[in-house]
């Protein structure tokens, strides 16, 4: 194993240990392909461990400029498309064999920990991020473990890491509510190139509102937690038309629900960054969110926000500046704030570049150099330690 010293600035290897990765559409195999691309930008050394994927998805080429290792894995009892991996020697195996300084957990549950023991074994700092309310799928889906478990396993994790790191204000409260000790502030980037109101055009908005419609956007998993069903009434006001992007297993349920919305599956790039901008509203749903990336890209395409007042969008949108925050788990709210918003493009043109504003100095380099920070801090701390204990 290299010696861990004053060169981390000039290279670490780096293990990010995820419970979900490429191919897979969410949050943290967002998160955890940016770290690593940019750790690469850095001069870095990034190693990927993650699940192995079901088995329809294991024939998808995942191309990437670092080493992925798959770990075998179960589906999630109760959620199916979340891959639990299992215990295997493999893991401490391929920090060796890779010579890594420091261990990045993305969002530790069950993979995390096999990380975290790994980690513990080899005598490496670690840094857990802490990216999906457990507890709340907990609650949500019935998966065989009573919330008040949940709680008391995340505790345990995160417990064991050098430090925590937290999307926001309301996750860190809720952690240190629950005993997780060592909390620091760490948010997510935004592509603010990407996604900018520049990218709005007339062939998509000929696609989204046919006939001239407010649309009305929701971008992110077709989910149960993610209560997309709210938006019922939205998709019912005259003059509106509610359009839904992502896929997941709540997708044909949801179909059904909301027969005037218009579904377009997953998309990405500069598609997806097209369609953002040529939405007139953005509408976020969930309760459970522990940041909210799909609302930073909303601000950053220049779309004026509706989002419950719970979770990451606490921090995110600043209700009658940047859009409004409604009381979660009801739809009046959000039918009554994106009716006003519908009637008044003045406020919409307003809210949204005022959006458009606060994203700015939210670059993935920035907030990539602060986790690189992170890494430095406990690596640092470590040597202190080996040196007091050698004393």
């Not at 894995?73 to 109760?78: A, I, Q």
């Not at 060796?96 to 300084?101: E, F, I, L, P």
């Not at 926001?168 to 409260?173: D, H, I, L, T």
């Not at 935004?190 to 971008?219: A, C, K, W, Y």
Request: charged share 20%.
């Amino acid at each position: 194993m290299p010696d861990i010293g004053a060169d981390h600035r000039d290279c670490m290897r780096v293990a990010l240990v995820t419970e979900s990765f490429l191919p897979d559409v969410n949050g943290v195999a967002h998160s955890v392909v940016r770290a690593a691309e940019h750790l690469l930008r850095r001069g870095h050394q990034p190693m990927v461990v993650a699940p192995q994927p079901p088995p329809a998805l294991r024939d998808v080429r995942v191309d990437v400029p670092y080493p992925v290792v798959r770990i075998a894995s179960l589906p999630m009892p109760g959620y199916p498309q979340i891959r639990l991996g299992l215990p295997t020697p493999t893991m401490t195996g391929a920090m060796r064999a890779h010579g890594t300084d420091v261990v990045h957990l993305a969002s530790p549950f069950v993979l995390g920990a096999w990380g975290m023991a790994a980690a513990r074994s080899l005598k490496l700092p670690t840094v857990a991020v802490y990216q999906t309310d457990v507890a709340a799928y907990a609650r949500a889906y019935k998966v065989g473990m009573t919330e008040g478990a949940a709680w008391r396993w995340i505790r345990t994790v995160h417990n064991a890491a050098n430090r925590t790191l937290v999307p926001s204000s309301e996750s860190g409260a809720a952690l240190g509510a629950h005993g997780v000790e060592r909390i620091h502030l760490w948010r997510r980037g935004v592509d603010d190139v990407q996604f900018h109101p520049g990218r709005r055009t007339p062939g998509m908005r000929r696609v989204l509102s046919p006939n001239g419609e407010i649309v009305v956007g929701f971008v992110g998993r077709l989910a149960v937690e993610k209560q997309i069903d709210l938006l019922a009434d939205v998709s019912r006001l005259p003059g509106v038309r509610l359009v839904v992007v992502g896929d997941g297993p709540a997708g044909p349920a949801l179909r059904k629900a909301l027969p005037q919305a218009k579904f377009l599956g997953v998309r990405r790039g500069l598609q997806l960054a097209r369609i953002y901008a040529s939405f007139d509203i953005f509408a976020h749903t969930g309760p459970y969110e522990t940041f909210g990336q799909a609302v930073q890209e909303a601000m950053a395409s220049g779309l004026p926000v509706v989002a419950p007042n719970a979770g990451g969008p606490v921090d995110l949108v600043q209700h009658g500046r940047t859009g409004y925050l409604v009381r979660p788990f009801e739809s009046d709210g959000f039918t009554a704030a994106v009716a006003e918003l519908a009637t008044d493009p003045l406020k919409r043109a307003t809210f949204g570049a005022a959006g458009r504003q606060a994203i700015e100095g939210r670059s993935w380099a920035a907030v990539g150099d602060e986790l690189i920070g992170h890494y430095e801090d406990v690596c640092a701390a470590g040597i202190l330690e080996r040196r007091a204990v050698a004393a």
